[in-house]
């Protein structure tokens, strides 16, 4: 019995059939039906989803479907097709496309810093406008330092 406490691992809710789990499946049911549905997976599998899971890598790893998605996550982004004067003209055509992106940046970038000059000057005018409506209400009231 000990031997058996120490190997399982410690959850809150135990995929068994408790009252607990029976009435979060019901709860599940009634808010929205793929909780409950979740909830009854897990009364039924859940003490071998880690299995599967581990299961499921070791299986990726074999994959032959791997190699292929790591082709594509290459450093270019793009496998080569075998057609050389197509790849040719694709690499030809992305280099173009990035240096106009890069263009676009840099307007992007200068214009971003012409708006900012622009609010800049808007706000100086208003600080300087409201600092002459001040001093013409207050009346030269203030006392000049001595």
Not at 38 to 67: H, N, T, V
Not at 86 to 99: G, M, N, V
Request: glycine share 8%; aromatic share 10%; charged share 30%.
């Amino acid at each position: 019995m000990d031997r058996m406490m120490t190997t399982t691992k410690s959850c809150m809710i135990k995929p068994a059939w408790t009252p607990a789990t029976i009435g979060l499946m019901v709860l599940g049911f009634v808010v929205f039906w793929p909780l409950g549905l979740a909830m009854l997976a897990y009364i039924l599998w859940g003490d071998r989803f880690e299995c599967m899971a581990r299961d499921a890598k070791e299986q990726w790893r074999g994959s032959p479907l791997k190699g292929a998605f790591d082709q594509m996550s290459s450093t270019t982004g793009y496998a080569r097709t075998g057609n050389v004067a197509f790849d040719d003209y694709r690499e030809r055509e992305i280099k173009r496309l990035e240096e106009e992106r890069a263009k676009l940046d840099a307007m992007r970038a200068d214009f971003d810093d012409f708006l900012r000059e622009l609010r800049r000057a808007r706000d100086l005018e208003e600080f300087d406008r409201f600092m002459a409506n001040r001093g013409r209400t207050n009346g030269g009231s203030e006392a000049a330092p001595s």
